[in-house]
């Protein structure tokens, strides 16, 4: 990843849904307690995002940007780090080690989790993962080795009795089918506001150029043939990153598989 560059963006083009909010839930007080700090004219430091070339993904900084909203800004002020998601997840478990809200246990778990379940950050020290998140080496000792314990084995129950009303045949009933209808009116809706959002700026800044007419037809269409590339360069990064996530969602499920075999095996070893 490179250096960070602090940059004002549109509090709008801010993904935080992409699983780098390593807490359970958002503190509506701490929020609150914000959003009027705010007000009064206190200076928080900048959020923390990571930039993959098309989603800024906020790692650090959740109270403050539902602060931002809550004051009804339209902009804010973030530390922007060119990387990608995973980058974003491996960032957003430091998040509040050591400075804001601190985590509560259950945060601290599920960070320490999401890591041990990780094919790559598994393979880090005790302490290297400990160093990362903020909490001591035997917590993440600990919580290897819950992962690692297979799980007793219940005894069979007793089958319960059958009621009256489940011995008496049952009338054919036709299956329940959920029909997904498909809506890709928002979507659309939003694809033609970016677009003539797009289109606007292009005139806004040809006009504001210190130009002849014929100089500022050949800049309008160099803009044009520009944001075409990019536009083409996004949808091959899309593809790229969608193979991605695909190669990685495979080896999550490989280590799974082994994981299950290693206990398999310890069970063996221990009859």
Excluded at 133 to 142: A, F, G, K, Q
Aim: aromatic share 4%.
């Amino acid at each position: 990843m490179l250096e960070a560059k602090i940059k004002v963006l549109n509090i709008n083009n801010i993904c935080i849904d992409a699983g780098t909010q390593v807490r359970e839930s958002i503190d509506e007080a701490i929020v609150k307690d914000y959003a009027e700090k705010m007000a009064d004219g206190a200076i928080f430091p900048p959020i923390q995002v990571v930039f993959d070339g098309i989603n800024n993904y906020l790692t650090d900084g959740f109270h403050r940007y539902h602060a931002h909203l809550k004051n009804e800004k339209a902009s804010i002020e973030a530390s922007v780090i060119n990387g990608t998601l995973r980058d974003a997840k491996l960032l957003s478990y430091s998040a509040n080690g050591t400075h804001g809200l601190r985590l509560s246990n259950a945060d601290k778990r599920r960070a320490g989790l999401a890591m041990l379940d990780d094919m790559e950050y598994s393979g880090w020290t005790n302490n290297q993962i400990a160093k990362h998140i903020n909490v001591s080496r035997t917590y993440i000792r600990n919580l290897r080795e819950e992962l690692e314990t297979p799980k007793p084995k219940t005894s069979a129950k007793a089958k319960p009795e059958k009621k009256e009303d489940e011995d008496k045949p049952k009338a054919d009933l036709p299956p329940i089918v959920e029909e997904e209808i498909p809506d890709n009116r928002a979507e659309e809706a939003m694809q033609m506001l970016s677009e003539e959002n797009e289109a606007l700026n292009k005139r806004l800044a040809v006009a504001a150029m210190d130009a002849t007419d014929e100089e500022k037809e050949l800049a309008s269409n160099l803009i044009t043939d520009y944001v075409e590339q990019i536009r083409i360069l996004n949808i091959e990064l899309v593809s790229v990153k969608g193979s991605r996530d695909r190669f990685q969602a495979e080896n999550a499920e490989l280590k799974k598989q082994v994981a299950g075999l290693q206990r398999h095996i310890k069970k063996l070893d221990q009859s």
